[in-house]
C-alpha cells in the first residue's frame, strides 16, 4: 500500500455487508481485498462478459472465493426483477456500483451493450438502493465526462456536459440520474471520476497492459495522435485507498449550495462528485520508458492519428478529495509500473495465460 490508511464504522456495517458490483473487474476486485481484509463482508457482484479475456476475470475473482466473508452472486444488472431480488435478499449497508461497460473506443462500435449495463443497469441499482435503506451508493463515473473541456487540471467545479464518447455520455447520466435519486429519496450518493487506473491485475484493453504486452511479445504498440498525448496516471492502491475513506464519508446536504449559482460538485441533496486521480500527467513517451525499463526492451512505435472519442490530456484536479477525507495519491508512475511489470512477468504470463 502506500502508506495511507482507512477505516470503515464497524457499527454501522455490522451484520449487513457491502455490495461490489463489478466485483470481478480490476477495481473491483482490489476493493473486495481490501474490505475483506478488514473484517468487512462482502456480496459481490458480476456477469463475467466476454469484453476482455474471461480468463483473468475469473482469476481475479478465485482470490476472493477464497476468502472468509466473501458472497459472490453471477447475475447482468440490466435484469431488473433478478437486481431486485439481489438487494432483497442480502440486504447491503452500502453498495460500491462498478459494474460498467468500459471502453471509449468499444462505444463507437456497439453503443447497446452501453445502453444496458451502463443505464439500465446502473437504474436498476439506484432503484434497490432506494428500496433498501441503502445508507450509501458510490458509483464509478470517469475522466471522460470533461469531454471537450480544455481546461487543466479538470475540476470537479467545472461543468462537465459536452462528452465526446457515448461512453462518456453514459458515466455523466449516471452522476445525473443518481443526483435525481438523492434529490427525491435522500439517497447519500457519491460519484467518482476515475484517471487512466492501472497497476497488477489491470485491464487488457488499458494502454499499460496493452504497451507491455506487445513490448514483451515484439509486436508494435500503436500510440495516438503522433505521440502528444498525457494521462494522469493512477495506481490502484491509491485508486482503493480514497474509495475506502469516502465510504465512511457519507454526504449530506451542502448548506451553502445555490440554484442561483449552483455548484456541479455538490447539491442540496446528499450527493457529491471526486476525481479519483494522481495530479501529475505523464506523457506517454514517459510511460513507455518506464515499461521498457522495467521489461528491458525497446519498443517498436507504430504513431497513429488521434482517434475518434479521444482527448489529447487528462489531469486531475483532486483538491476536493484531499479536503473531504485528507487523501493524496503517493505512487509515482515509475513505482507502478515496475510493480505492474512484475506481476505481469510472475503472476500474469505464467499462471493465467499459460494455464
Not at 12 to 26: D, E, I, M, Y
Not at 70 to 88: G, H, M, N, P
Not at 112 to 136: I, K, M, P, Q, T
Request: charged letters at 15%; proline letters at 6%; a negative charge.
Amino acid at each position: 500500500m502506500t502508506g495511507n490508511t482507512s477505516s470503515i464504522s464497524a457499527s454501522r456495517l455490522s451484520g449487513r455487508p457491502v455490495l461490489v458490483t463489478g466485483v470481478a473487474g480490476f477495481i473491483g476486485a482490489a476493493l473486495a481485498h481490501r474490505l475483506l481484509g478488514q473484517g468487512i463482508r462482502v456480496v459481490g457482484v458480476d456477469n463475467l462478459n466476454d469484453y476482455y479475456d474471461v480468463r483473468l476475470k475469473l482469476a481475479r475473482l478465485a482470490t476472493l472465493q477464497s476468502q472468509p466473508g466473501f458472497t459472490f452472486e453471477k447475475l447482468d444488472l440490466a435484469q431488473r426483477v433478478e437486481t431486485a431480488a439481489l438487494f432483497t435478499h442480502h440486504q447491503p449497508v452500502q453498495v460500491v456500483n462498478l459494474a460498467a461497460q468500459a471502453g471509449v473506443r468499444h462505444s463507437l462500435e456497439n453503443p447497446a451493450a452501453y445502453v444496458d449495463s451502463n443505464l439500465v443497469g446502473f437504474a436498476n441499482v439506484l432503484e434497490g438502493c432506494r428500496h433498501n435503506e441503502v445508507e450509501h451508493l458510490i458509483f464509478a463515473s470517469s475522466s471522460s465526462v470533461y469531454g471537450a473541456n480544455t481546461l487543466q487540471p479538470f475540476s470537479v467545479e467545472q461543468g462537465a456536459d459536452h462528452p465526446i464518447s457515448l461512453y462518456a455520455a453514459t458515466k455523466r447520466a449516471n452522476e445525473l440520474m443518481a443526483h435525481s435519486y438523492s434529490h427525491l429519496y435522500r439517497l447519500p450518493a457519491t460519484g467518482l471520476r476515475f484517471f487512466t487506473v492501472y497497476g497488477p491485475w489491470g485491464r487488457p484493453d488499458m494502454a499499460v497492459f496493452l504497451f507491455t504486452d506487445a513490448i514483451w511479445h515484439g509486436r508494435p504498440i500503436q500510440v495516438f495522435n503522433d505521440g502528444h498525448m498525457s494521462r494522469d496516471f493512477t495506481y490502484i492502491d491509491d485508486a482503493v485507498e480514497a474509495v475506502m475513506r469516502l465510504l465512511d464519508h457519507v454526504p449530506g446536504p451542502n448548506p451553502q449550495w445555490s440554484g442561483k449559482a449552483p455548484d456541479p460538485a455538490s447539491s442540496s441533496a446528499p450527493w457529491r462528485l471526486y476525481n479519483i486521480g494522481n495530479h501529475a500527467p505523464a506523457p506517454l513517451r514517459e510511460l513507455i520508458s518506464h515499461i521498457e525499463a522495467a521489461l528491458g526492451r525497446k519498443a517498436v512505435l507504430d504513431f497513429q492519428p488521434m482517434q475518434a472519442g479521444d482527448v489529447e490530456t487528462t489531469y486531475a484536479d483532486v483538491s476536493a478529495l484531499a479536503h473531504a477525507v485528507d487523501f493524496a495519491p503517493r505512487t509515482d508512475l515509475k513505482t507502478g509500473i515496475t510493480a505492474f511489470v512484475n506481476w505481469y512477468l510472475n503472476i500474469y504470463l505464467p499462471r493465467i495465460v499459460a494455464g
